[in-house]
């Protein structure tokens, strides 16, 4: 049977057996789960190998490329900016960025960048990965190409773009990059278990996990046998394609992609996520005004992703609960005011902001398309509420 370290409070047992079973029977390879309820961890554990050749096993600072999951790390720091008056939601970018003005893009606001309806979902030109992570070069295409459609339209999930456009906001208001901000300014206030980094430096690549393919990578042009991805779906999760080796590259690690490549484990991401399920207080540290944690729920945007041929409700920074989460949830989080986002091969976090609840998984085993192991772990975290 997995060996289960770290703790958990005896009433969330039923996380604990979720993550023990997945890695019985290999649906997990190593991989971290916590849950915190008014910033406190009731659930904080992991399992496990941290390598393809289980060698070495998953430590308590074990952290992996989450992923997606980063973009919540990004919407936390937006939050913070505006919360502070830096950033005005209904402003222009161009306020802030005078040179994204360019080719019809004035009307495009902080708000649409962060519901992903900016109109730029990705790069119009082909881009390479190595040429993503030179954020000068890529931030400036954004700046020069014309949006796809008129801005605040349409929802179209930006895989990467909308972590460049932030971090653009972000050193034009702060001086500091995104990953920077996020590391002075929301996890040094937090404490050491708030290990998430948005550009991971050499100190950390010991205690990195890479990930490691369970399901077969789908080629180029081509969807998960799971997925719904349309033709401009693939246009924009796919290019640039960020396979699971690419991963693996010290220079992805480096760069600061605020929509796909942050480093972290299960534990930094309920904590940290925290401030949103908790009012903007954790522990005596307020990194938000109440009513500035609130502003994720501030005028939704609903709709059908023309990427992922799905239905979402995007807030400010988050995606919010709708039917489509009630039903990967489960019922138990009906009615619930729910702030999350996962990441690609399956990580995920959430947080509630009516129980005071954030969960976090966080895995080394990818696995394409629709997964289903966030959803086990969520499901138990709530029956044990």
């Not at 004035?106 to 109109?119: A, F, K």
């Not at 906001?169 to 500091?176: A, E, F, K, N, S």
Request: glycine residues 10%.
């Amino acid at each position: 049977m997995a060996e289960i370290h770290g703790t958990y409070s005896e009433r969330f047992g039923a996380v604990r057996d979720v993550l023990a079973a997945s890695l019985d029977s290999g649906n997990d390879l190593g991989a971290s789960v916590a849950v915190f309820v008014d910033g406190k961890p009731v659930v904080d554990i992991w399992g496990g190998y941290a390598d393809a050749h289980r060698t070495r096993p998953w430590e308590r600072d074990t952290i992996t490329n989450v992923y997606s999951f980063t973009k919540t790390m990004t919407g936390l720091c937006a939050l913070v900016l505006i919360d502070r008056g830096l950033l005005d939601l209904d402003a222009p970018v161009a306020r802030y960025w005078p040179a994204f003005a360019q080719n019809g893009k004035d009307g495009v606001t902080v708000r649409h960048v962060l519901q992903h309806t900016s109109g730029l979902p990705a790069w119009t030109e082909e881009i390479t990965p190595q040429d993503m992570c030179d954020l000068e070069k890529s931030t400036d295409l954004l700046a020069r190409q014309a949006p796809w459609w008129a801005p605040g339209t349409v929802l179209a999930y930006h895989c990467f773009t909308t972590g460049h456009m932030v971090n653009a906001l972000t050193q034009r208001v702060t001086g500091l990059t995104l990953g920077r901000f996020l590391a002075r300014e929301v996890c040094a206030p937090l404490g050491p278990d708030a290990d998430f980094h948005i550009g991971t430096g050499p100190e950390c690549d010991d205690r990195v996990s890479l990930l490691t393919p369970g399901t077969p990578v789908p080629a180029l042009n081509e969807s998960a046998p799971t997925e719904r991805v349309s033709p401009v779906g693939i246009r924009i999760t796919r290019y640039p394609y960020v396979t699971p080796d690419i991963t693996h590259n010290t220079w992805w690690r480096r760069a600061e992609v605020g929509g796909a490549n942050g480093h972290g484990n299960a534990r930094a991401g309920a904590l940290i996520q925290s401030v949103m399920a908790c009012g903007g207080e954790v522990n005596g540290v307020r990194l938000l005004s109440e009513d500035g944690c609130r502003r994720v729920l501030d005028k939704p945007f609903t709709g059908m992703d023309v990427a992922m041929s799905l239905p979402f409700t995007w807030g400010n920074g988050y995606c919010l609960n709708n039917d489509l989460s009630t039903g990967m949830f489960g019922p138990a989080v009906r009615g619930h005011r729910l702030a999350y986002w996962g990441g690609n091969g399956g990580s995920f976090v959430l947080a509630d902001l009516d129980t005071r609840m954030s969960v976090a998984y966080v895995p080394n085993l990818w696995k394409s398309g629709v997964d289903d192991r966030a959803f086990a772990v969520i499901q138990a975290a709530y029956a044990s509420t």
